[in-house]
Each structure stands twice: as C-alpha cells, then as structure tokens.
C-alpha cells in the first residue's frame, strides 16, 4: 500500500495532472484507489486495454502518453531513419479515443518523430494499410474492438503492418518501466507540431482500390442489384466510414444502413455490448430487413475488424451465421469461384487458427488448397502471408478465426471487416441468383463435406486474484491431463507451452510447430477440446470442435463434452 500511496501522492501533488483527474482521484474510495494506483496495465503484444478511468492500471492519458513514449524510444533506437519514416495514428468511435490519438501524436512528435494523424475514425484496417502504403515504421490504433463502453486500448503495428511481436512488445515495456509516467513523458506543451501530418486523402483511395480488387466474381452483385437487399449497421462505429461505399462501388443499390445505429457514438447506446457475435446487436437490424424484405443482415464491430451476418433460413426467420460457419462458407465459395471461372492462382493457400472450425480443413482437403494452423492471433496469419510473400511459394486466398475476422488480400496484414462485407454480399448475390440464402448454401456446405459444430465457452475471473486462479487451473490440467472425455479416448494431447504433441496410441511426440504458448488441445474421434486463457482478460476460453453425422447427433456432441471438461477442470 506503501507504493500506492506514494504514486497517488504524485498523481495529486504534480503540475503536470489536471485538475478533472485530480477531483475524480479525490472522489474515489480506499478500495478504487487501491486498484487504480497499486500497478501498471502490462504491456504485450496485444498493447494496452483495459477501462478508461484515473490510475496508472487504467486507459486515461496519462498512460497512454506513457505507452506512446515507450513505442518512441523504440523507435528512436532503430535509428534516424526509422524516425523519419515515422508512425501512423488512428481511432475508433469509443470516448476519448481521438484524445488519446492527438496526445500520441503529441509525445511521439516531442521524440522528434515524424507523425501521420487521421482526421477522423477509420476502421483497423485501413491503419493496418497505411502503414505499409506511407512506408511508415509502425502505427498505433487507439480502440478496444469489440469491448463494452467502458474499455479502450492502445495497439501498435510494426512496419509489416501486422500487430507487433514479442520482441517489439518486451522492448516497449522495458522502456516504459525505465520511464517515470509523469516526469520523464513529454507534456502536451513538449509537442512539435511541424511533425504531425494529416493522413492522405490517397492512402483511402488507395485502401479501397485494394478491397474492390479483391471480388472473386465482379457481375455477381451487380447482376443481382435489384434483387438483393442489404442490411448494414456500424454498430455506432468506425465501419460507417467505409463499408457502405466499397459496396456502392461494387454495384449494390439497395443498401439499408440501420438508422439508429449509423452515427458513430462511443456511449454505443442501442446495445449491451457492440459485438457481432452477439445476437442482440441484430435486433434493429432484424426490424429494418423484416419492413425492406431483405435476406441479409451485416453488423461490424466498431473498429471494423470483425463482422457477422444473418440469413433467412428455410422458416423464413433470420438466423445468426457463426464465425466458424462464415469463414468456411466464404472459403468454399472462393474456391469455387476460381474453379468455375477456370482462375484458380498457382499453390492457392489458406490460414486459420487453431481453435477455428476444422470444416475449413476438410474444404481445403477436398479441393487442392494448402491449409496453414496458427496460433490464436490475426498476427500469426500475417507473419504466414508475409514468408510466402518473401519466399513467392503460394497464393493467400483466406485466412480467418473463429472470433468473426477474416481477411483476403494481402493489402492489409489483420483482419479487415470492409473485405469481408464485401465478400459476404457477392456470396449472397452468387446464391440469390441460385434462389438460395446464405443459410441455404450452409445447410449445402455440410451436405457436401460433413456436419460440424463448435462452441466457445468464457469463464470469467475478474476478482483479486482471478489470473492466478487460472494458471493454477491450467497447471493442475497439465499436471493431470484426461485420458477420456465424455467416454471418448483422448488420442492426442498438444501442449503448445511445451511445443509437443503426445500420441496416446504410440506413446510418442511430435513437434506442434507452432511458437510457445499456454494452450492445451485434446482430440478425440469425434470432438476437439481447447482450452486457454485469454491474451487481453482475466478470462479462461474453451472452445469445442465437433464432427457428427447431422445437427441433433453434434450437438449431443457438443453438450457432453462441455459437461465433461467442466467435471474435469471443476468450473
């Protein structure tokens, strides 16, 4: 409590803290104080997210310029040049995100940094793209994604355009612990302001060139433009900005964006949460398409990386697409869209995660295309798109999680919900013109290669000592591993901390191939189990992956082995 004192101390006594946050730090409790000044937000290489409110463990900024400060003295280590090549900023629609953007700004140009700043929200990515289209050495999104109002975040990319790695993260925050928050971070004053530069009206020019290149079939929507209706809604977020013209030039003429949902507004006030895998997100959505007649339904998170969608179903009510299930309907119809227009690219290749539908496999089995399995993570799919770029070995035509991203092209390097919307109108214009729905084709897709069904599973611990629960919960299953699940043997165990897969019929082990990390995969005949803890939250995740014969059968499946790995690890 002693350390706490001390830093709050500071925090009431310095010139340097306004005087709103010094009140609000008066008007906090001994138990909020406790938890606002007792530590730092650990920096990873997911960057900074957590809740906005006073305190060096909170999104306000103060640590915000920190963490700005610890990404310049990376930067300033790389050199001269990597200075003048210079970093990105952009921002979503959450509250305070453009203050925390310009104050970014501010400290990194005071490190005599050049510094791109957009004008106004953009999706993620279009930062993931001007990074690499202005040559800059890295960018940073101020967003939390997909997260309640409360939260925001600080991400940074490196020059490749993907989110930084290891190295770049333990270096930034060996850097902010050698960097007082207050003393040792330049003032608003410090900034230089002939190195902050606005964004070039070029860079979305040239972002939405790229997108529209990437239509598998370019008469799809507009052969079907007055038959296909389209429901659209940003969720109060940053897709308003571009998803609505990308598919206006791509030939859709009747787009319906969701009213009440269409300006941006970080308070998100129609929603619980503005998260595309939630189906109250669709609810405004559901009553626009049911006056309009429409068949589909698009929702984007509000930094526009993630995207769901609704189809009508065979009833005639709309039913929720899953991540899995759009990642591997989108799959099979690119693929069958080169194949009927005689394109297929050489080594066509494919990437998901490893706790995305094993469906995708099985479709890239059956036709020819190369499936690649990284950790959880759109980095990793881009670190795969960035060695076949170097090494000229394949063609990217998907790559995808379970958690609703998806991405084709290799313009941007994380995940791109503008591409994906996209993509999901041409696909419902193919099956319109089929007289389908996109539910339709996805009853076809499981006719065609087999019955699959997935469930995440969240269990939260966000209470003193929640992290340290679950690593004793993912010791003790390591310690003691199930030799069955719901009756079913376990024939393999992959411990991705160890780096090894274990075959429980021979006895032996393989390499998993993949970088360490606390993950556990235990596979059965028919059903595989995962079980993590989260990158960004106090939180465990168990993901089920079933194969069955038909809906009924897998999700008798599903419901066994969630009761069995909840017996197993107690939860």
């Not at 104050?103 to 005599?112: G, K």
């Not at 269409?262 to 405004?284: C, S, Y």
């Not at 020819?368 to 990217?396: A, C, D, N, P």
Request: glycine residues 8%; negative net charge; contains cysteine.
């Amino acid at each position: 409590m002693a350390n706490t004192n001390a830093i709050l101390a500071r925090f009431l006594s310095s010139p340097k803290v306004d005087p709103g946050t010094k009140d609000a730090i008066r008007s906090m409790d001994a138990s909020a104080l406790h938890a606002a000044f007792s530590g730092y937000m650990t920096f990873g290489t997911a960057g900074l997210r957590a809740k906005m409110q006073p305190g060096t463990a909170f999104m306000n900024t103060y640590t915000v310029a920190h963490a700005a400060a610890g990404l310049a003295k990376l930067i300033c280590s790389e050199g001269t040049a990597a200075m003048e090549r210079g970093v990105v900023i952009a921002y979503d629609s959450r509250e305070n995100s453009k203050e925390f953007a310009l104050r970014s700004a501010q400290v990194l140009s005071a490190f005599h940094i050049k510094t791109y700043l957009f004008g106004q929200l953009r999706p993620t990515p279009v930062l993931s793209f001007a990074v690499r289209q202005l040559s800059c050495i890295a960018g940073i999104n101020i967003t939390a994604s997909h997260n309640p109002k409360e939260y925001n975040g600080f991400k940074v990319y490196w020059e490749d355009g993907a989110q930084i790695g290891p190295r770049q993260a333990d270096i930034i925050c060996a850097e902010m612990q050698t960097l007082d928050i207050l003393d040792d971070v330049p003032a608003p004053a410090d900034a230089e302001p002939e190195q902050i530069f606005p964004v070039p009206a070029a860079v979305d020019e040239a972002y939405v060139q790229c997108v529209l290149a990437e239509r598998v079939n370019r008469q799809a929507i507009p052969a079907m433009s007055g038959a296909l209706h389209v429901i659209y809604t940003p969720l109060h977020g940053a897709g308003i900005t571009m998803v609505p013209q990308v598919l206006e030039k791509a030939g859709l003429a009747d787009l319906h964006i969701v009213p009440e949902q269409e300006q941006p507004d970080g308070a998100f006030p129609t929603v619980i949460h503005p998260n595309p895998e939630a189906e109250e997100a669709f609810t405004l959505g559901q009553q626009l398409a049911e006056k309009v007649g429409s068949d589909l339904i698009i929702a984007t998170d509000p930094d526009c990386d993630r995207v769901g969608a609704m189809a009508r179903n065979a009833s005639g009510t709309f039913q929720c697409i899953t991540g899995n299930q759009m990642g591997a309907l989108l799959l099979d119809y690119i693929i069958t869209a080169y194949q009927q227009g005689k394109s297929m690219p050489p080594a066509p290749y494919a990437v998901k995660s490893i706790v995305s539908t094993n469906l995708a496999e099985e479709i890239c089995r059956k036709n020819g295309v190369r499936m690649y399995e990284v950790l959880t993570g759109f980095k990793y799919i881009g670190e795969i798109i960035k060695e076949q770029l170097k090494t000229g070995t394949g063609t990217f035509l998907l790559g995808f999680e379970e958690s609703y991203g998806y991405l084709k092209g290799t313009y941007t390097r994380d995940k791109d919900a503008v591409v994906a919307s996209l993509l999901i109108c041409e696909m419902a214009a193919y099956y319109k013109s089929l007289g389908k729905t996109l539910s339709d084709a996805l009853e076809d897709l499981f006719a065609k290669y087999g019955f699959y069904l997935e469930r995440t599973l969240d269990f939260y611990f966000d209470m003193p000592g929640g992290q340290e629960r679950i690593t004793e919960m993912m010791h003790a299953l390591r310690k003691a591993p199930p030799a069955t699940l719901a009756g079913d043997s376990v024939l393999s165990l992959r411990d991705y901390q160890t780096g090894k897969i274990y075959h429980r019929t021979t006895g032996e082990s393989t390499p998993t191939g993949l970088p360490l990390s606390d993950i556990l995969y235990f596979s059965t005949d028919c059903c595989d189990t995962i079980v993590r803890p989260s990158g960004t939250e106090p939180k465990l995740k168990i993901y089920l992956m079933a194969r069955g014969t038909n809906k009924e059968s897998t999700e008798h499946i599903l419901y066994a082995y969630e009761a069995a790995i909840r017996a197993v690890m107690n939860i």
